[in-house]
């Protein structure tokens, strides 16, 4: 069922080139082969320049390496895009609420809609969160939703990423490197902006701030250097004007976080960390953890700073819960889903397992808390080998898997070194949250699975990106798009062309 | 020095200045141009119109005939023989100034110029045998402007004497760099907002994000205030923060600062001096507040009007005597 041709989001079945595409059609057409493979190396050149690299764990020869970006980019109508937001945002409220009830009353447990020890055996259900507030119930201060096409209709939620979701350097480096290889398409078309996402997400951040009556003092806290994500980090940091911190520049003094400073401690409010929850301080979790700030748990729990997606998100994005989004969305908002499951068998259940242990070579299986692709079974692509001995670990851990059928995911059009063909894509919107309300900035990551017919989208494993626009419906073009008839123009605006003119003397 | 002498290095840095200025001006504009109907629709033009009065050539624009639109206002600003203040032209003009004043330079400056000129030629002559605007290309050539501009800003200041010949550069390029920062920041003022756009609305932030793109600032923006982009505060950066090397305030540190090593040296302070402190004092008391209730557009038109006649009169103390 994998074989079957999926939806191309360029090229209707008969050939014809769908409306939202057509520029790009025309840009690919008229571009000879040279040229396209010129702009990809200048744009490698570029990404080479800008220094945005990721390390890739478990591959010693090529730690610092460039994740291949396709140059042409994805379109998304903005009718589409609509449809999409609303579904994202109820999304990420449900999964706040879900939060806040789990580490509270739990209400969800006792209306018998949520097994109760799905949540408590949960390695990700942090008990050091249970009955703590965080401020204005934000938990998922910043989401990045994985979604998929496999027809015109609907988007389907692959995975919610909450606890520190990655990429969105790429969002915003992708959208500055197109706009320079490719000007022409920027004029024909009217994309919407992402570069003011650091800008929301700084403000999400200070609207957190747990002390009012001062400036709230923000801060990034990376694993450091060697970490995947590292260039993102510092980035980020760069882009929000917020301090980039190791765990040793944070110091904890009567349960308050400061940082060490030329001018001695200064107090820190609000901290973005990159850091997952075992390793941020070593009193109270991973006590071997070399990152983390002593202390910092014993800050948060006096309610004297905020972090960052809060402790013990992890339970809202692992698979076993995703199961239940349908059900959590309506149970704490009484609204359907707009966003649609894939269908799910979680094997924890026998009959589940008995179909997916006989159709394992169709389904694809996941790990309840793995990710980045690591740890899964993808049936269509993987030897009888490989199938027998993901079955006797299903079989030995049922509950540790869950299955779904293998998603024809929609292609788009993707450059490579013999031409241009359709490759499988998914989307990384990023969804942030702060005291006033979620939001989305219009875009996201579309993350494309470069080797044919492969469905790993993964950078880690050999996936590359795109920039992706949401554009206008019916927008024609540069010349003839629709004039607005006031005409005081050119009264308003005085010129002044004194200066120049003095030293026109000069020759 | 010969006063002729001075006057070649002065002018050499402003039309280098300015030639990095337009690159600046130009690709501004693209990205107001490539903003999305969703945040607000400018009347078709008003971006290019208001590109042209930024750089106070609008006037002789409109009486070359051309229509507003994209490609005749870039041809215009890049590489118009008719403009005299086209990159191109900015380039030949600091070209034939460092030529006649060969042996006031060090190498290193005369094989940056040098080379530049070379490269123009190139770019002219690929924009000669076109057939049409290709945004590819213009991108390319404006990135070699603001490289070039760099690199002989670098030549210049690591290498040169420090003495009079290196004062009357620096402030050519200072004089230049005010003027240019302060007419950016008019660019906001020319691009007219569509009726349903209220200031402060989306297509008005990322009308200022772009002015700070233009000249570096952006990132700068977020080190110095911590929080999301204001309409004031980006004033505040470009006209009175003395740790934004571009500020008006921040020139005009400079501009005093290399009139006095000059009136020092000559053993004589004149009108230069005098006027230089009191544009000086004016920003050094000046406050946002009072600038946005009088209108920055005004302010900004009496500073450039200031800044034009502090240029006079050095030409007039110094230069054309």
């Given at each position: 069922m994998a074989r079957a041709r999926g939806y191309d989001e360029m090229t209707l079945d008969d050939g014809a080139i769908r409306t939202a595409y057509e520029r790009i059609a025309k840009w690919l057409a008229e571009a000879p082969k040279d040229l396209l493979a010129s702009r990809h190396s200048h744009a490698e050149l570029m990404f080479r320049r800008i220094g945005i690299t990721f390390n890739v764990y478990g591959d010693k020869d090529a730690s610092e390496r460039l994740i291949p970006f396709d140059i042409i980019p994805r379109v998304i109508q903005r009718t589409e895009w609509v449809q999409l937001e609303a579904g994202l945002v109820q999304r990420v409220n449900a999964l706040n609420r879900f939060l806040c009830d789990i580490y509270g009353a739990q209400e969800i447990v006792r209306a018998g809609i949520l097994p109760r020890d799905i949540v408590e055996t949960n390695p990700y259900y942090n008990k050091a969160m249970i009955g703590q507030k965080v401020p204005h119930d934000v938990?998922?201060?910043?989401a990045g939703i994985d979604v998929v096409r496999i027809d015109a209709n609907d988007f389907y939620v692959l995975e919610d990423n909450v606890r520190t979701p990655s990429g969105v350097s790429y969002m915003l480096e992708n959208r500055e490197v197109m706009m320079r290889l490719a000007p022409d398409l920027f004029a024909d078309h009217r994309v919407a902006p992402v570069e003011n996402y650091p800008d929301a997400l700084l403000a999400a951040l200070r609207s957190v701030?747990?002390?009012?009556g001062h400036e709230p003092a923000c801060a990034l806290l990376t694993p450091g250097p060697f970490n995947s994500a590292y260039y993102e980090h510092s980035f980020l940091a760069d882009k929000l004007g917020i301090e980039l911190v190791e765990g040793r520049d944070l110091i904890v003094e009567n349960d308050t976080v400061f940082m060490r400073t030329t001018e001695g401690p200064r107090r820190v409010d609000v901290i973005y960390r990159r850091i997952d929850d075992d390793f941020i301080d070593p009193e109270a979790f991973n006590p071997t953890s070399m990152l983390g700030v002593p202390g910092l748990m014993r800050a948060y729990k006096a309610g004297n700073v905020t972090i960052a997606n809060a402790v013990g998100t992890g339970i809202a994005d692992d698979k076993a819960i995703y199961t239940y989004m349908p059900e959590i969305i309506e149970f704490y908002l009484g609204e359907k889903p707009l966003l649609k499951n894939v269908p799910t068998w979680r094997c924890r259940d026998p009959d589940s397992l008995k179909y997916v242990l006989e159709h394992l070579p169709e389904l694809v299986v996941k790990e309840v808390n793995g990710s980045g692709g690591y740890g899964m079974l993808v049936g269509p692509h993987a030897s009888s080998a490989q199938i027998a001995e993901f079955a006797a670990k299903l079989k030995d851990d049922p509950g540790n898997f869950i299955a779904q059928p293998t998603l024809a995911l929609s292609t788009c059009p993707t450059f490579f070194d013999t031409g241009i063909g359709p490759r499988h894509v998914d989307l990384r919107p990023f969804v942030l949250s702060g005291a006033n309300g979620v939001r989305v900035v219009p875009g996201g990551l579309t993350r494309v699975a470069?080797?044919?017919?492969?469905?790993v989208v993964n950078s880690s494993q050999g996936g590359g990106t795109k920039d992706t626009w949401i554009v206008d419906d019916g927008y024609t073009n540069g010349n003839g798009f629709q004039t607005q008839s006031q005409s005081q123009g050119l009264g308003f605006g005085q010129s002044q062309s004194q200066s120049f003119g003095q030293n026109q003397r000069q020759s | 020095m010969l006063s002729r002498t001075a006057d070649n290095l002065y002018w050499l840095s402003r039309y280098m200045e300015r030639a990095d200025f337009l690159a600046r001006i130009v690709q501004a504009t693209q990205r107001l141009t490539s903003l999305p109907v969703d945040y607000g629709q400018p009347r078709q033009g008003t971006e290019w119109e208001s590109a042209l009065a930024s750089a106070g050539v609008e006037e002789a624009f409109l009486k070359t005939g051309a229509p507003m639109d994209e490609a005749s206002v870039v041809e215009y600003l890049t590489f118009s023989v008719d403009n005299p203040s086209s990159i191109r032209n900015c380039i030949e003009y600091a070209r034939a100034n460092a030529r006649s004043v060969r042996t006031a330079l060090t190498i290193e400056m005369w094989e940056a110029i040098n080379s530049a000129w070379f490269e123009l030629k190139r770019f002219e002559q690929i924009n000669i045998g076109r057939s049409r605007f290709d945004r590819e290309e213009l991108t390319r050539f404006l990135d070699f402007v603001k490289k070039m501009s760099l690199d002989f800003d670098g030549c210049a200041y690591r290498t040169m004497l420090r003495n009079d010949a290196y004062w009357f550069s620096r402030l050519g390029v200072y004089l230049e760099r005010a003027d240019n920062t302060a007419r950016i920041l008019d660019v906001k003022y020319h691009v007219l907002l569509p009726?349903?756009?209220?200031?402060?609305?989306s297509l008005d932030y990322f009308q200022w994000t772009a002015i700070l793109r233009a000249v570096s600032a952006h990132t700068a923006y977020h080190w110095v205030y911590r929080q999301s982009i204001k309409p004031w505060l980006v004033a505040d950066l470009l006209i009175l923060k003395m740790e934004m090397p571009r500020s008006l305030i921040a020139c005009y540190d400079n501009i005093v600062y290399f009139l006095d090593a000059l009136g020092r040296a000559y053993g004589i302070q004149g009108a230069s001096q005098r006027h230089a402190r009191n544009v000086m004092e004016r920003l050094q008391t000046a406050t946002t507040r009072e600038i946005f209730q009088s209108g920055l557009h005004e302010f900004i038109t009496t500073f450039v009007e200031d800044n034009s006649r502090l240029g006079e009169t050095i030409s007039a103390q110094y230069l054309v005597i």
């Amino acid at each position: 069922m994998a074989r079957a041709r999926g939806y191309d989001e360029m090229t209707l079945d008969d050939g014809a080139i769908r409306t939202a595409y057509e520029r790009i059609a025309k840009w690919l057409a008229e571009a000879p082969k040279d040229l396209l493979a010129s702009r990809h190396s200048h744009a490698e050149l570029m990404f080479r320049r800008i220094g945005i690299t990721f390390n890739v764990y478990g591959d010693k020869d090529a730690s610092e390496r460039l994740i291949p970006f396709d140059i042409i980019p994805r379109v998304i109508q903005r009718t589409e895009w609509v449809q999409l937001e609303a579904g994202l945002v109820q999304r990420v409220n449900a999964l706040n609420r879900f939060l806040c009830d789990i580490y509270g009353a739990q209400e969800i447990v006792r209306a018998g809609i949520l097994p109760r020890d799905i949540v408590e055996t949960n390695p990700y259900y942090n008990k050091a969160m249970i009955g703590q507030k965080v401020p204005h119930d934000v938990y998922v201060h910043i989401a990045g939703i994985d979604v998929v096409r496999i027809d015109a209709n609907d988007f389907y939620v692959l995975e919610d990423n909450v606890r520190t979701p990655s990429g969105v350097s790429y969002m915003l480096e992708n959208r500055e490197v197109m706009m320079r290889l490719a000007p022409d398409l920027f004029a024909d078309h009217r994309v919407a902006p992402v570069e003011n996402y650091p800008d929301a997400l700084l403000a999400a951040l200070r609207s957190v701030t747990p002390t009012d009556g001062h400036e709230p003092a923000c801060a990034l806290l990376t694993p450091g250097p060697f970490n995947s994500a590292y260039y993102e980090h510092s980035f980020l940091a760069d882009k929000l004007g917020i301090e980039l911190v190791e765990g040793r520049d944070l110091i904890v003094e009567n349960d308050t976080v400061f940082m060490r400073t030329t001018e001695g401690p200064r107090r820190v409010d609000v901290i973005y960390r990159r850091i997952d929850d075992d390793f941020i301080d070593p009193e109270a979790f991973n006590p071997t953890s070399m990152l983390g700030v002593p202390g910092l748990m014993r800050a948060y729990k006096a309610g004297n700073v905020t972090i960052a997606n809060a402790v013990g998100t992890g339970i809202a994005d692992d698979k076993a819960i995703y199961t239940y989004m349908p059900e959590i969305i309506e149970f704490y908002l009484g609204e359907k889903p707009l966003l649609k499951n894939v269908p799910t068998w979680r094997c924890r259940d026998p009959d589940s397992l008995k179909y997916v242990l006989e159709h394992l070579p169709e389904l694809v299986v996941k790990e309840v808390n793995g990710s980045g692709g690591y740890g899964m079974l993808v049936g269509p692509h993987a030897s009888s080998a490989q199938i027998a001995e993901f079955a006797a670990k299903l079989k030995d851990d049922p509950g540790n898997f869950i299955a779904q059928p293998t998603l024809a995911l929609s292609t788009c059009p993707t450059f490579f070194d013999t031409g241009i063909g359709p490759r499988h894509v998914d989307l990384r919107p990023f969804v942030l949250s702060g005291a006033n309300g979620v939001r989305v900035v219009p875009g996201g990551l579309t993350r494309v699975a470069l080797k044919e017919g492969s469905l790993v989208v993964n950078s880690s494993q050999g996936g590359g990106t795109k920039d992706t626009w949401i554009v206008d419906d019916g927008y024609t073009n540069g010349n003839g798009f629709q004039t607005q008839s006031q005409s005081q123009g050119l009264g308003f605006g005085q010129s002044q062309s004194q200066s120049f003119g003095q030293n026109q003397r000069q020759s | 020095m010969l006063s002729r002498t001075a006057d070649n290095l002065y002018w050499l840095s402003r039309y280098m200045e300015r030639a990095d200025f337009l690159a600046r001006i130009v690709q501004a504009t693209q990205r107001l141009t490539s903003l999305p109907v969703d945040y607000g629709q400018p009347r078709q033009g008003t971006e290019w119109e208001s590109a042209l009065a930024s750089a106070g050539v609008e006037e002789a624009f409109l009486k070359t005939g051309a229509p507003m639109d994209e490609a005749s206002v870039v041809e215009y600003l890049t590489f118009s023989v008719d403009n005299p203040s086209s990159i191109r032209n900015c380039i030949e003009y600091a070209r034939a100034n460092a030529r006649s004043v060969r042996t006031a330079l060090t190498i290193e400056m005369w094989e940056a110029i040098n080379s530049a000129w070379f490269e123009l030629k190139r770019f002219e002559q690929i924009n000669i045998g076109r057939s049409r605007f290709d945004r590819e290309e213009l991108t390319r050539f404006l990135d070699f402007v603001k490289k070039m501009s760099l690199d002989f800003d670098g030549c210049a200041y690591r290498t040169m004497l420090r003495n009079d010949a290196y004062w009357f550069s620096r402030l050519g390029v200072y004089l230049e760099r005010a003027d240019n920062t302060a007419r950016i920041l008019d660019v906001k003022y020319h691009v007219l907002l569509p009726e349903s756009e209220a200031i402060g609305g989306s297509l008005d932030y990322f009308q200022w994000t772009a002015i700070l793109r233009a000249v570096s600032a952006h990132t700068a923006y977020h080190w110095v205030y911590r929080q999301s982009i204001k309409p004031w505060l980006v004033a505040d950066l470009l006209i009175l923060k003395m740790e934004m090397p571009r500020s008006l305030i921040a020139c005009y540190d400079n501009i005093v600062y290399f009139l006095d090593a000059l009136g020092r040296a000559y053993g004589i302070q004149g009108a230069s001096q005098r006027h230089a402190r009191n544009v000086m004092e004016r920003l050094q008391t000046a406050t946002t507040r009072e600038i946005f209730q009088s209108g920055l557009h005004e302010f900004i038109t009496t500073f450039v009007e200031d800044n034009s006649r502090l240029g006079e009169t050095i030409s007039a103390q110094y230069l054309v005597i």
